[in-house]
């Protein structure tokens, strides 16, 4: 006769014991850096195709002189760049940004750190720096215009005036959460002012710079074509005023498409990669 005790449980709580390795799950497979790049990929294609598909629409209902088809101004874009004023102007404008951009990077972050380095200095100029942060650029371009006339130094002005309030102020804030235990440290080990910018300050400025100086630099970009259809002779901003004071409404699409694809590829190409390189050994979160 078999003993009840050698006949396996088939219920209750002994018949729930499962062995440890069996009650581990499994985590799910975070998505990789590849499947995460597709999928934001497959999502801007397809904002991009539902803007053109809005955009055929609302043209088939409006004149070609409020809105032109996505085709009409294709053929007007191709038109433009065989043309060598296209590159010209082209050239002129980005130039400008340029300039404007370099000169403000350079007196934002100098002031962003010697704003954060010294606290009375910062409590003084910090009311000033909301001053210049309220003031738009239209004005901005007002005075450049009356200061240096039908120039470049106009659009550079502009430019300037608006990237570098938002470089300084990303400069100043990164300044506040430098460590004070390494600033103590430094000073124990007898460092100068300048060493201690270079050493602590600046390394951990520079990623609250790069967001600004990305931010900034686009924000210059736009200003820009205020500036130039303003005051200037040349450039993407005067062709702009043109077209639309002789209602090319079409050539008005296409020098505007102009700038943001030049936005995109800079964005894309330079800015972007550039910013992976100098930030890689910061941990990524996975989206």
């Known amino acids: 006769m078999t003993d009840a005790r050698d006949v396996p449980p088939t219920s209750g709580p002994a018949a729930m014991k499962v062995s440890p390795a069996a009650a581990i799950e499994r985590p799910a497979r975070a998505p990789s850096a590849t499947d995460r790049r597709l999928r934001t990929l497959f999502l801007r294609v397809g904002l ?3 803007i053109l598909v809005a955009w055929q629409i609302g043209s088939t209902n409006a004149p ?12 007007v874009w191709i038109s433009l760049v065989a043309t060598p004023s296209f590159w010209t102007d082209f050239g002129i404008t980005f130039g400008r940004i340029l300039a404007g951009f370099a000169f403000a990077a350079v007196v934002g972050t100098v002031l962003g750190l010697v704003l954060g380095a010294s606290r009375l200095l910062g409590e003084a100029f910090e009311p000033l720096l909301t001053v210049i942060n309220t003031v738009s650029s239209a004005i901005w371009a007002i005075f450049a215009l009356i200061w240096f006339g039908l120039s470049n130094w106009t659009t550079i002005f502009v430019v300037f005036m608006t990237a570098m309030p938002l470089i300084l102020t990303n400069v100043w804030q990164g300044t506040r959460t430098v460590n004070v235990e390494f600033v103590e440290l430094a000073q124990t080990f007898r460092m100068s002012r300048r060493q201690v910018l ?21 924000f210059g970009a736009r200003v820009s074509l205020v500036a130039e259809s303003l005051g200037a002779t040349s450039g993407i901003g005067y062709r702009l005023r043109q077209a639309a004071d002789l ?22 190409l330079i800015l972007k990669p550039l910013e992976r390189h100098l930030f890689k050994w910061k941990e990524r979160v996975p989206g």
């Not at 209602?247 to 894309?268: G, H, K, N, R």
């Open 247 to 268: 209602v090319q409404t079409d050539q008005v699409f296409a020098w505007t498409l102009t700038l943001i694809a030049l936005m995109i590829v800079l964005e894309t």
């Open 198 to 218: 270079t050493k602590i300050y600046l390394p951990t400025i520079l990623p609250p710079f790069f967001s600004g100086a990305r931010l900034a630099f686009g």
């Open 64 to 75: 070609a002189f409020v809105l032109p088809s996505p085709e009409r101004v294709w053929r």
């Open 48 to 50: 991009f195709v539902a």
